[in-house]
């Protein structure tokens, strides 16, 4: 999910403790725009786990860092991002791969490449609306014997705990993992609207 952090997005870290406690969540990966200062932030203060993650915006598409220490910028190569993402012992996600407007842009060869360098892949997310590029993605993660996971892509208050996994307590990366594997995806699409509210968001950002 995101905060205040992403240009999109306008839920402040008080917002999120408050929508995740009466969600029931126990454990969240905040993925703000560019920037690991909101993950951090709540990391801190949250009365539950918090995975420090970040999306990076590179010219392929978008890749996730995981367990992340620090920001690695954007507008850098999927490769140099990969390995920062590496260097702080973070895990490497690739998060709607296949999204039509959102998803990484590598024709066949590049993306058998990638998925060596991967350690999990996004086969689920609730903003995106249709079926095809979600069944896509896991097949992918599938082929490549990748664990799949799945978020809400929370942007606003109201889409925190439509999708989630259930899976066991972890501890660190490599048990966050292991744990993954046992998890079982409970998914709900959000409503297409809610990018109304994103699009609007970055606007008044903008300006």
Request: glycine fraction near 6%.
């Amino acid at each position: 999910m995101h905060t205040e952090f992403s240009k999109d997005c306008e839920m402040s870290l008080e917002t999120v403790i408050e929508c995740c406690r009466a969600a029931e969540l126990e454990c969240v990966t905040i993925s703000d725009h560019g920037t690991v200062e909101g993950a951090l932030k709540l990391q801190a203060i949250a009365p539950f786990k918090v995975i420090v993650a970040e999306e990076i915006l590179t010219p392929s598409g978008e890749i996730m860092g995981m367990f992340l220490k620090e920001m690695v910028p954007s507008h850098i190569s999927i490769e140099e991002a990969i390995s920062r993402i590496k260097e702080q012992d973070g895990l490497v996600c690739l998060p709607h791969p296949f999204d039509p407007f959102r998803g990484i842009k590598l024709n066949n060869g590049k993306l058998a490449e990638l998925a060596e360098q991967l350690d999990l892949v996004e086969v689920f997310n609730a903003r995106s609306p249709l079926p095809g590029p979600q069944n896509k993605a896991k097949k992918f993660a599938a082929k490549y014997n990748l664990p799949g996971t799945a978020g809400s892509d929370s942007h606003t208050p109201k889409e925190i705990g439509r999708t989630y996994v259930e899976m066991p307590d972890f501890d660190g990366k490599d048990d966050f993992l292991r744990a993954l594997h046992e998890g079982e995806i409970v998914q709900h699409r959000s409503s297409p609207f809610v990018h109304f509210a994103t699009t609007w968001t970055k606007i008044k950002n903008r300006f």
